[in-house]
């Protein structure tokens, strides 16, 4: 029978006893100092705000934190090209040391899109239209038409344009629009001796317009009476709704008439 000493026992109660608490401080130590040193753990970096910036100064500014950065790019109308659109993370968020942050830049020329077909749309649907394509609507002329708010023509800086034609992205597009009052005819109305002011009331009143008004001198007639007018109202003479009307009125006459 072997004998095991009291003492030999002992020194390997010791020994196992230093092994495992070897064993716990390397746990603890990788846990608690290993892993938080070499992922800089409970340390986080706030996201600068970058958005509206030049290239060179959002790249500075998020080098300076030790940042890292992704760009793509995209054509805003209006926007200052080469800056900073968007951002993400969004600014002041919480991130770890080189963290990529994502930037969109504007680019620097607009893209071309391909002018859509307006025609015969509503006005609605067309600057729906444009809209979907990044074309901005620029002024709406309405003109004679029976078609009420229905596009007749589009145009691209004073020039009619196809449907297809290459514009650049963010581009105003003019349009032509019917009044719903088309290319109705009526006797010229008859504004000879009526002051100016009565005058206007009568031409605007019948869906025509104030044309050109000329001073004239005539000692017979009081200061602001029209003494003539053009297309003058003789027998069978006709205009067509939207026309304007010139006046010879007995002046001076103020500007603003």
Do not use: C
């Amino acid at each position: 029978m072997i004998k095991i000493s009291t003492r030999t026992v002992s020194d390997l109660l010791i020994q196992i006893g230093i092994i495992a608490s070897l064993l716990v401080v390397l746990f603890l130590g990788f846990f608690f100092v290993y892993l938080p040193f070499t992922t800089n753990h409970g340390q986080t970096i706030t996201v600068p705000d970058v958005t509206k910036l030049s290239f060179e100064e959002m790249q500075n500014l998020l080098e300076d934190r030790g940042l890292r950065y992704e760009i793509d790019s995209a054509y805003v109308a209006g926007w200052q090209p080469l800056t900073v659109f968007q951002q993400y993370p969004r600014p002041n968020a919480k991130v770890k040391e080189g963290r990529k942050i994502y930037i969109t830049l504007i680019k620097r020329t607009a893209p071309m899109v391909s002018m859509p077909n307006l025609q015969d749309l509503t006005l609605r649907s067309a600057e729906l239209n444009l809209k979907s394509l990044g074309l901005e609507k620029g002024e709406t002329t309405y003109v004679p038409d029976v078609a009420k708010n229905s596009v007749l023509r589009q145009l691209y800086n004073g020039k009619e344009i196809a449907p297809g034609t290459p514009v650049p992205k963010g581009a105003m597009i003019d349009l032509e629009v019917g009044d719903g009052l088309g290319s109705t005819m009526f006797e010229v109305p008859n504004v000879v001796g009526l002051p100016l002011d009565e005058a206007k009331l009568t031409i605007q009143g019948s869906n025509l317009k104030v044309g050109t008004i000329i001073s004239v001198e005539d000692p017979e007639k009081e200061v602001g009476t029209v003494v003539r007018q053009r297309p003058e109202a003789r027998s069978g003479e006709r205009i067509r709704v939207g026309e304007a009307m010139d006046l010879w009125v007995v002046g001076p006459v103020e500007p603003d008439q």
